[in-house]
């Protein structure tokens, strides 16, 4: 099983597979919809600047998944990408993160389906 993004009730959840899972040390992360500033699709995921890894597991030019952090006390991102795909990049107003990238299968039927739900307004 991929990982997906959906739109659940009054969050934005995303839910990690098996390997997914164990390499960023989280089987689903989620968001509440109205913290929800811009969610928006990018040609590679692995070309978005999430910062250092805090815990989970990086390959360069490979794969990032886990917790991000560009500077002590800095935004914080969880990624679940894979180099060269699209991914879905969220923007939040806070909460427990600043931003979420992800690699799904269809990128611009996940950020549809969060702007229909009335989350991001870019």
Do not use: N
């Amino acid at each position: 099983m991929p990982t997906t993004l959906d739109v659940e009730d009054d969050r934005v959840v995303v839910h990690l597979s098996g390997p997914q899972a164990v390499m960023a040390l989280a089987r689903q992360v989620s968001v509440p919809l109205g913290d929800v500033r811009s969610v928006s699709t990018v040609p590679d995921g692995g070309a978005v600047d999430v910062g250092w890894r805090v815990g989970g597991t990086a390959i360069p030019r490979r794969l990032r998944f886990g917790r991000f952090r560009k500077w002590r006390g800095g935004p914080r991102t969880f990624a679940a990408v894979y180099c060269g795909h699209p991914a879905v990049v969220i923007e939040t107003t806070g909460g427990d993160w600043d931003r979420v990238v992800v690699t799904v299968d269809d990128a611009d039927a996940a950020v549809r389906r969060v702007r229909d739900a009335g989350g991001g307004r870019s």
